[in-house]
């Protein structure tokens, strides 16, 4: 299991994440009610700075996430969600799973920080 470092959970570091997630996560709502087609990209750059999350709050050697690792800081089937989102970014329904995927985690940085302290 891949752990979180307890250095990069605090709360200032990881709080801009989800303040990125809330900006791109209104424009991505926004390009599926519009159906204007850019949902694809926007989501593109969520699933990046989720990515980015997880591998900044985690004790690892890689730049990126490894598929077939367990990650403490992820919520339960984090890699199947992620990999199902990655496959159809497009998709509303991956708009929603990546929405819960910040919220779970958020959640899980939050305990992980009591535990830790």
Same mark, same amino acid.
């Given at each position: 299991?891949? /752990?979180?470092?307890?250095? &990069? =959970?605090?709360? +200032?570091?990881?709080?801009? !994440? !989800?303040?990125?997630?809330? /900006?791109?996560?209104? *424009?991505?709502? +926004?390009?599926?009610? #519009?159906?204007?087609?850019? $949902?694809?990209?926007?989501?593109?750059?969520g699933?990046?700075?989720?990515?980015?999350?997880?591998?900044? &709050?985690? =004790?690892?050697?890689? $730049?990126? =996430?490894?598929?077939?690792e367990?990650?403490?800081?992820?919520?339960?089937?984090?890699?199947?969600?992620? *990999? !199902? =989102?990655?496959?159809?970014?497009? #998709?509303? $329904?991956?708009?929603?799973?990546?929405? +819960?995927? !910040?919220?779970? &985690?958020?959640?899980?940085? $939050?305990r992980?920080?009591?535990?830790?302290?």
């Amino acid at each position: 299991m891949i /752990t979180s470092n307890p250095d &990069t =959970i605090k709360k +200032e570091i990881v709080e801009p !994440f !989800f303040e990125g997630w809330e /900006t791109l996560s209104q *424009q991505i709502h +926004e390009a599926h009610d #519009q159906r204007n087609g850019q $949902a694809d990209a926007l989501m593109n750059k969520g699933i990046a700075l989720y990515e980015k999350l997880v591998v900044t &709050t985690s =004790i690892n050697n890689s $730049a990126n =996430i490894v598929p077939n690792e367990d990650y403490e800081v992820l919520p339960i089937n984090g890699i199947e969600r992620l *990999q !199902f =989102i990655k496959a159809r970014p497009g #998709q509303y $329904a991956c708009y929603r799973q990546l929405d +819960e995927l !910040f919220r779970e &985690t958020k959640k899980k940085l $939050a305990r992980l920080r009591v535990k830790k302290s």
